[in-house]
């Protein structure tokens, strides 16, 4: 059963506009929420993360908020630019075993100029 | 280059034919992954390791098989390829379980 969703296949967003991309999970034991960011023809490169014991996370024009009773997470990418277009992967982390990091389906990110 | 690299990026080959994937890191990170990601399904796991000579199963093993006798090499085995396992092939590493994983840039795998 996938542990952590990603609901939205796509997304597209005028540039210079908020793009908000979400992820649910359902283990409340995470202890790491993860943001990966993936261009064609390349691997995913780590984006940003938060920890499981605070709210939000802000690293210039990238922010994530997680809520913790809801068992949600979000991207926030302000203002959004034709350069974020690409594959975003939510992921969580366990902090225990080698085997501990769950990742979304993806949401394909689309920012027109 | 200090990185991840997998090679070959591209392969064709067919059903029943062995393949092999490879995956070189220079950082001596401790665990390495592989990863098929494939539409719909995202990035699913394969194999992990935790040092050298220590390999254990993802989500989706059958019909791979992986070595690690040094740490800075994952192999990947496809012993006798299915048209099921045509797919983009990521090889990952990181050095903490509490670390961000970084990615080589995949391997295209196509079997006809």
């Known amino acids: ?113 | 280059d200090a990185g991840i690299t997998q090679s070959p990026r591209y392969k064709i080959t067919e059903t029943g034919r062995q393949v092999t994937l490879m995956c070189h890191q220079t950082w001596s990170h401790s665990y390495m992954f592989w990863y098929r990601q494939d539409l719909g399904h995202g990035l699913r796991l394969i194999y992990y390791s935790a040092a050298a000579d220590i390999t254990d199963k993802g989500e989706v093993p059958d019909g791979y098989v992986v070595s690690r006798s040094k740490t800075e090499n994952f192999p990947l085995t496809l012993e006798s390829a299915t048209r099921s396992q045509t797919s983009v092939y990521f090889c990952a590493s990181r050095q903490g379980t509490d670390q961000p994983q970084h990615f080589g840039d995949g391997t295209r795998l196509s079997i006809l």
């Open chain 1, 1 to 113: 059963d996938q542990q952590v969703k990603q609901n939205s296949p796509s997304l597209s967003v005028q540039e210079g506009r908020i793009s908000i991309l979400n992820c649910d999970y359902t283990n409340s034991m995470f202890d790491y929420f993860l943001w990966y960011k993936k261009y064609p023809a390349e691997g995913p490169t780590f984006l940003i993360s938060i920890s499981s014991i605070k709210d939000k996370n802000e690293d210039g024009r990238f922010t994530v908020f997680l809520n913790k009773s809801a068992k949600h997470l979000s991207l926030h990418i302000v203002p959004s630019q034709p350069g974020d277009s690409a594959v975003y992967f939510c992921a969580a982390l366990l902090q225990t075993g080698a085997n501990n990091l769950f990742f979304g389906t993806g949401t394909r990110l689309t920012v027109i100029p």
